[in-house]
């Protein structure tokens, strides 16, 4: 049996908390004993967890004795970490202990400096303060968890479950792993990872040099456009509109261009039945291959295999009028 200690920082996140003890505490092995023992420790008696107020098992002591140490996320992973909870966390991966995060608890990870030099994953919203607060960690926020062997990581809320069961799967087996699956009524390996689930390339609501041309490109991605295009829209040249876009998002103007019209086709998949040649030219595709292309690169997974998640039952709704007319015809 596997000691797992779940790690219950201050203001944690209540579904970060809960998943690793229900998705541990409920394995049991082929002979019927259970897999994982699991306690709940942290500073104090309880600890705050959104709505909810949890006692607490253990103190930091129990790290020492621990096979597995999970922390779950914070609702403002800004804050910083407890000083006592980041030396725990050293001393237990000095001693060799597995330690695991879930969604922004990857932020208290990379405090402790469990993470410089390793592959990590986040929530996407979180990914790039992630990435600016530290630069010494791959960061991978299209994936649903990394495995460095002893450290590990998780993306978003329910993509800790997928953390557990790959944990269950490594520790006891596909059998153990597939039981443990099936008692949490999901999938043990989802296709794709937390790229599908990304909102990509909104147009800003704040002050921003480049906030007229994204308001535009918003508006007219479904034409035929060229980096001259967008210059000449923004009335600068087309050196300076690069390094603008490269300042303020990382991204060149086309590559925008393209963010945009994923979205925008996302949001067809989700919202009417049009064909997926449809799609493509019009949010501004050049071609279907193309737009299947792009989309398998940036998402993880097809066309078909997106629609199908996000949008189960193709009944006709009252977003595909509105879809229309958001998207006009490709021309």
């Known amino acids: 049996m596997y000691n797992v200690v779940v790690l219950a920082l201050p203001d944690a996140i209540a579904f970060d908390l809960a998943t690793p003890i229900e998705t541990f505490g409920r394995v049991r092995l082929p002979d019927g004993r259970p897999g994982y023992r699991v306690v709940v420790a942290g500073l104090g008696q309880s600890v705050q967890a959104g709505p909810l107020r949890v006692q607490l098992d253990e103190g930091l002591d129990v790290l020492e004795r621990a096979d597995l140490v999970v922390v779950p996320g914070r609702n403002d992973p800004s804050r910083p970490s407890p000083p006592e909870i980041l030396s725990a966390l050293r001393a237990a991966a000095r001693q060799g202990t597995r330690i695991a995060s879930i969604c922004v608890g990857a932020f208290t990870l ?83 990872g937390q790229a599908q689930y990304i909102v990509r390339n909104r147009p800003t609501a704040g002050a921003s040099a480049l906030r007229d041309i994204l308001t535009w490109i918003e508006a007219n991605a479904h034409r035929e456009l060229t980096l001259a295009d967008l210059a000449a829209e923004a009335g600068v040249s087309a050196r300076t509109l690069t390094r603008r876009f490269a300042d303020e998002t990382g991204q060149s103007p086309m590559q925008w261009v393209s963010g945009v019209r994923l979205r925008h086709a996302q949001e067809l998949l989700e919202t009417t039945d049009y064909t997926v040649d449809r799609i493509a030219a019009q949010t501004g595709f050049p071609s279907t291959s193309n737009f299947r292309a792009q989309f398998a690169h940036a998402l993880g997974v097809t066309p078909g295999a997106y629609r199908k998640v996000f949008r189960p039952h193709p009944a006709a709704t009252p977003a595909t009028v509105e879809a229309w007319e958001r998207f006009p015809a490709h021309s």
Request: net charge negative.
């Open 110 to 192: 990379a405090e402790a400096g469990l993470l410089d030099g390793k592959d990590a994953t986040t929530h996407w919203l979180a990914a790039d303060e992630f990435a600016s607060r530290f630069p010494a960690v791959r960061l991978n926020p299209d994936v649903l968890y990394t495995d460095n062997g002893d450290i590990l990581t998780s993306a978003g809320a329910a993509s800790g479950l997928d953390l557990c069961l790959h944990i269950i799967q490594r520790d006891y087996g596909m059998a153990v792993a597939a039981d443990a699956a099936r008692l949490a009524v999901a999938p043990l390996h989802r296709p794709g």
